[in-house]
């Protein structure tokens, strides 16, 4: 039954149109009494009109209503009554249309002597054949009503499940902010209270230097988590503020520390602003970290370059000349990028090349904030 409905489906308007008329006129030659010329022109103008049935239901209805005098079943009035059942939803304008064709089809014609007996009885009759078409108009009505209201359930329970996702997201964020907060933080400001303190009271100079160390360490430590903690409550919208530090001032001493042989190329533009340039050194930062894990030996290449209204980053580098160790990660890393990117509306691209090494480029725009 589906398989059908289906290939009536896809058989064009216009056809299934051109075949209704043919077939009303058919019904028309075959059943009318008599084929006199007012009514054979009178059925020739209702068939004809069943090709606009469409745009103008009501219409065809009442020019097919001269049909119902000239024969007992009219194919024509038939249709013209499932079309405007189908289109309409004025109950009272179905039932005095479904009435005047009940009317029409018990009335003797030609006018003679009147057998109110035998006319009520095609008058029931009439009227129940006209009501036919009329509720299977409205039952397919009502069907395509139903499967536009199923649509639309099922695209706003698709909405609710993506919001409860996101709520459950920014839940899971702003605990994992608060941990981060009460614990790490606590824990990192007493080590670098404790390392200051060590500082000043050791006399020995290595000592002195390697509280120093840990000092620096940790306050730096507690920077990056402060900005960790404001990127999680923000859970990912676009007015978080990022930390000032650190900057592209850093680029030079992260390349220079990197235990990798890095050329550093380009510069960027004055009025790049703080969050893009923090993306940047986070860029290069974790770039330069997978080549020395990943790719022992090779060389790297940092550009900076502007396109545009565009900025960004592209970190290249070799074929590694030995067999890397296998070390742990968690590979987030490119994904911590990554999001990072979406939220000054940027992109990040990564893979290998085809030399054997492997790319990653940053691309911001020069306003971002």
């Not at 499932?82 to 064709?101: K, M, P, Q």
């Not at 790319?359 to 306003?367: A, E, F, G, H, K």
């Amino acid at each position: 039954m589906s398989r059908a409905r289906a290939v009536w489906q896809r058989v064009p308007a216009p056809v299934v149109d051109i075949v209704l008329v043919a077939v009303a006129a058919v019904d028309v030659w075959l059943n009318m009494w008599e084929h006199t010329r007012l009514g054979v022109a009178l059925a020739a103008l209702g068939c004809a009109a069943l090709a606009f049935r469409r745009r103008f239901p009501l219409g065809v209805f009442l020019l097919n209503l001269p049909i119902a005098l000239m024969q007992d079943i009219a194919v024509a009035v038939l249709v013209a009554l499932f079309t405007l059942a189908e289109h309409s939803r004025n109950r009272r304008l179905l039932a005095g249309c479904v009435a005047l064709s009940a009317i029409a089809g018990s009335t003797p014609w030609p006018l003679a002597d009147v057998d109110r007996t035998m006319t009520l009885v095609v008058f029931v009759y009439s009227l129940a054949t006209a009501s036919a078409p009329v509720l299977f108009g409205q039952l397919l009505q009502a069907q395509r009503d139903l499967a536009r209201r199923l649509v639309e359930i099922e695209e706003a329970r698709e909405h609710e499940r993506a919001l409860h996702a996101q709520a459950v997201l920014a839940r899971e964020r702003a605990q994992l902010a608060r941990e981060m907060h009460d614990v790490v933080s606590h824990q990192v400001s007493l080590i670098a209270v404790r390392a200051g303190a060590l500082q000043v009271a050791t006399q020995d100079l290595d000592a002195k230097e390697a509280a120093r160390t840990i000092r620096s360490l940790s306050v730096t430590t507690l920077d990056e988590l402060r900005t960790m903690v404001t990127l999680l409550r923000a859970s990912g919208g676009h007015g978080t503020e990022l930390t000032p530090q650190p900057t592209l001032a850093d680029l030079h001493k992260l390349v220079e520390s990197s235990g990798t042989h890095v050329q550093l190329t380009g510069e960027l533009p004055p009025a790049v602003g703080t969050p893009a340039q923090r993306a940047v050194y986070r860029t290069v930062q974790e770039a330069l970290t997978n080549v020395r894990k990943h790719a022992p030996g090779a060389t790297a290449r940092v550009e900076l370059w502007q396109d545009g209204d565009d900025v960004g980053v592209t970190v290249t580098n070799t074929a590694p000349t030995r067999p890397s160790l296998p070390l742990p990660g968690s590979r987030q890393g490119l994904v911590g990028l990554r999001e990072r990117a979406d939220i000054l509306h940027g992109t990040l691209e990564s893979g290998p090349t085809s030399e054997g090494g492997y790319r990653v480029r940053l691309r911001i725009p020069l306003s971002a904030d």
